[in-house]
């Protein structure tokens, strides 16, 4: 370990020596999964609006399960005023660099862990828990729900974006239990609902129920944020919003319903349509969080797309796709679909909206601005 080249950066509030990415670069490209500790400047943007929305829970403790560097437990201490921090890695030499990050940012009150994170979440207890894992966090939704005890809140990262997009249906359900057979027009969305879907039956295991209060997509990761409550009948209440959505291959037009057998033909041109999930029908986001994370830069960028879009209705039509499937000569504003359609613009694609119109009336939009 003392063998590792490190340099020293900034991020946020703490001071960080990481793995030196020079020393790990191969012909020319660099991956953080190369050096011998994880550290990932594209997550910054994670880990902003973590640090953020642990700022407004204000928990007594976090567990960071998959520290890596120690990155977020100490901007948790640092910029969240989170009194307590449980850092752990399964990787001994994370662990050798989180000791150093932490007197290095002098952070007062921490415990530190060389453990498999199921077998930490199982002997400790935290309020909020933060699951960033390589890959797919399904393998430790369980053993986090019986971490947070009554109530608590937990973030899960999901860089698995191929099965839960619709690109690896195997792997989909495996993972998630779901089935997941075709990229859908919407896929982002789709894969972000897999996901809590995912959490939610993992949760009513545990006789828990979830609030998601914000959820999204950036980049090549997913991130979900839920309130978990005790109880069989909030674990009811969770499964209720679980359900299925389907897109006409043909002509475009999708429907969700708790029944996928409501989604067999499309309702427009008869065709047979594909369906995804089982999946989360509830809401994504807590607009009152939303209102309360102040943030900068393009971290603000996306959480005020997220805010204006809270009260959409699940799923949204993409420009780009509708446009070649009606075989337009171009592809409308985004601006103008929204203003015709009096819907929303969402952060999972800037050709996309969401509205409560009817599926003709997108379409009599669309061909009132392209013909
Ligand atoms: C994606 S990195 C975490 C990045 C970190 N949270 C950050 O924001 O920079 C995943 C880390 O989890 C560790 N890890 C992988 N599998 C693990 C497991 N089953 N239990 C505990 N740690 C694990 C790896 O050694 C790695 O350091
Ligand atoms: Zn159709």
């Not at 950036?218 to 944020?225: D, K």
């Not at 897109?247 to 499309?266: A, I, W």
């Amino acid at each position: 370990m003392s063998l590792m080249k490190k340099i020293e950066i900034k991020e946020g509030k703490a001071v960080l020596h990481i793995p030196d990415p020079k020393e790990y670069t191969v012909d020319g490209k660099f991956d953080p999964a190369w050096s011998p500790v994880f550290y990932n400047p594209r997550m910054k943007l994670n880990r902003d609006i973590s640090v953020a929305v642990a700022k407004v829970f204000s928990p007594k403790t976090v567990i960071d399960a998959f520290s890596a560097s120690g990155v977020r437990g100490i901007r948790y201490a640092l910029e969240s005023g989170v009194g307590h921090i449980i850092f752990n890695d399964v990787d001994k030499n994370a662990v050798d660099l989180i000791k150093e990050n932490i007197e290095l940012n002098s952070i007062p009150s921490y415990e530190i862990y060389n453990m498999e994170a199921n077998a930490l979440l199982d002997v400790k207890r935290g309020v909020f828990i933060d699951i960033d894992p390589f890959g797919s966090p399904s393998p430790f939704i369980q053993a986090s729900m019986r971490s947070t005890g009554r109530r608590g809140l937990i973030g899960f990262t999901a860089t698995d974006l191929s099965p839960l997009e619709g690109s690896s249906p195997k792997a989909c359900m495996r993972k998630y239990g779901a089935t997941n057979k075709r990229k859908l027009s919407f896929s982002k969305e789709v894969g972000i609902r897999i996901l809590i879907g995912r959490i939610a039956k993992d949760a009513a295991v545990e006789e828990k129920g979830i609030f998601p209060v914000l959820s999204f997509y950036h980049g090549h990761f997913f991130r979900v944020f839920v309130r978990v409550e005790e109880g069989a009948t909030k674990a009811d209440n969770s499964l209720e919003k679980m359900g299925f959505v389907a897109e006409c291959e043909r002509c475009g037009y999708h429907k969700f319903s708790s029944d996928p057998c409501d989604l067999r033909r499309c309702d427009y041109c008869g065709c047979e349509m594909n369906v995804a999930g089982p999946l989360w029908l509830g809401q994504l986001q807590d607009k009152s969080l939303l209102q309360q994370l102040h943030l900068e830069g393009e971290a603000e960028k996306i959480v005020s797309k997220m805010r204006a879009e809270a009260t959409a209705p699940p799923f949204y039509y993409s420009l780009d796709k509708l446009s070649s499937r009606l075989r337009l000569s171009a592809v409308p504003s985004t601006s103008d679909i929204v203003e015709c359609t009096s819907g929303f613009y969402t952060h999972f694609d800037p050709k996309g909206i969401k509205t409560d119109l009817s599926f003709e009336k997108v379409i009599e939009c669309i061909k009132k601005f392209v013909r």
